[in-house]
């Protein structure tokens, strides 16, 4: 029952570099989403997914990109990373079902970029 | 955009003791979500309320959807060591999207 994984756990970044924050679940849940977690300001909505080929902004996109080639697989891409992109990443996946379907976050990608 | 504002920021507690919080909006949910979040950890659901007026209970804990829809608050009654962190609240949009307040960070001295 791995639910959704996200990997790596953790990364350091030097300024300029990129890299892709891989997250994958196994329950066939149509919705995904990125959040980033900044202390005292909870979990901020950066990109989500509604089905495969399919992907929409949310509140603060800027300075990444999404893509959904397939259900199962939702990667997060840093194309010139920044030290205001230091933050816990979390991916969550949610079966569209209705309002009464509950989401499911993975353990979360600690990133530093210095 | 839209913003959730939950109070108070943290707590810091004596075991058995109840514990109260509470989210704001300036926004109209339709679903109000309780998480619970563990060091090193992703948040994990505790209470889901789903009409204005709902109240619900998990164990010790009981949450309310305010009747204006702009409000909820979630009690957690006899506080115990392994209820430490971080609660939010968020609000539900379409599309599996949620926006969520500030966090409450929960300390409880044995």
Known sequence: NAGVTQTPKFQVLKTGQSMTLQCAQDMNHEYMSWYRQDPGMGLRLIHYSVGA???????????????????????????????????????????????????????????TVV | GQQLNQSPQSMFIQEGEDVSMNCTSSSIFNTWLWYKQDPGEGPVLLIALYKAGELTSNGRLTAQFGITRKDSFLNISASIPSDVGIYFCAGQLGAGKLIFGQGTTLQVKP
Do not use: K
């Open chain 1, 53 to 111: 080929g399919i992907t929409d902004q949310g509140e603060v996109p800027n300075g990444y990109n999404v893509s959904r080639s397939t259900t199962e697989d939702f990667p997060l891409r840093l194309l010139s990373a920044a030290p205001s992109q230091t933050s816990v990443y979390f991916c969550a996946s949610r079966s569209p079902g209705g309002l009464r379907t509950e989401a499911f976050f993975g353990q979360g990608t600690r990133l």
